[in-house]
């Protein structure tokens, strides 16, 4: 386990812990940092962490989300699963609350209310951007891997032989003669055709039609 991982795991332990004591001024913490933490996620996989394609990470909820905001008009994906308003109404809630400590305002008892309903609304949307943060990495990893694959059966077999080559001689070499070129063609249509499908099966039928 990463230490980054781990400290976020210890961060979710921490604020149930706290919650379940009664002690949601400290759970509403843990949730602001989890909530950013999945901001950034969500910053890395549409673009980086940075503005600008920049390295310098960006600070502070609100500047993280509104740079999502501005991403979100040209990538539908993110606009589509980014819960944009509910993480505004999050922020201005939590800051009001932090002012009204400060200022006096409330009661001891009405700021344990307000963090209490802090709370809950924090970990819904922690599971809200969890999800999407998630969705958003599977889709560009498959879609970068379909990019790649496509342009090198598109352009040039080579890159794909030499990687697919040792194991398809294996087969002969392991004298798998009997329905080699079935287990061949399941095997390969369960890595390839989930990208190409077109592709593929080309690359296949011109495999299977040759020896070693």
């Not at 706290?18 to 759970?27: D, N, Q, R, T, V």
């Not at 909820?61 to 991403?71: A, F, P, S, V, W």
């Not at 194991?167 to 287990?183: A, G, M, P, T, V």
Request: hydrophobic share 35%; net charge positive; with cysteine.
């Amino acid at each position: 386990m990463n230490q980054k991982r781990e400290l976020y795991e210890g961060f979710h332990e921490r604020m149930s812990a706290a919650s379940k004591s009664g002690f949601h001024l400290e759970a509403s913490w843990y949730c602001y940092a989890m909530i950013e933490d999945r901001l950034s996620s969500l910053l890395k996989n549409t673009g980086g962490i940075g503005r600008n394609g920049s390295a310098r990470p960006i600070r502070m909820l609100g500047k993280k989300l509104e740079e999502l905001n501005n991403r979100a008009t040209s990538d539908e994906l993110l606009k589509s699963c980014l819960p944009s308003q509910e993480v505004h109404d999050w922020k201005e809630n939590r800051n009001s609350l932090m002012h009204a400590m400060a200022d006096g305002s409330l009661s001891l008892s009405e700021i344990e209310k307000q963090a209490y309903l802090l709370t809950l609304s924090g970990e819904k949307l922690i599971k809200n951007l969890s999800a999407a943060a998630m969705r958003l990495k599977k889709h560009r990893s498959n879609r970068l891997l379909k990019n790649s694959f496509g342009a090198c059966v598109d352009g040039n077999f080579r890159a794909i032989e030499d990687h697919f080559v040792g194991w398809y001689r294996q087969l002969f070499f392991l004298k798998i003669k009997q329905d080699h070129q079935k287990y061949a063609v399941e095997m390969g249509q369960s890595f390839f055709l989930r990208f190409s499908a077109g592709s593929g099966s080309e690359f296949l039928h011109r495999w299977t039609s040759r020896g070693p």
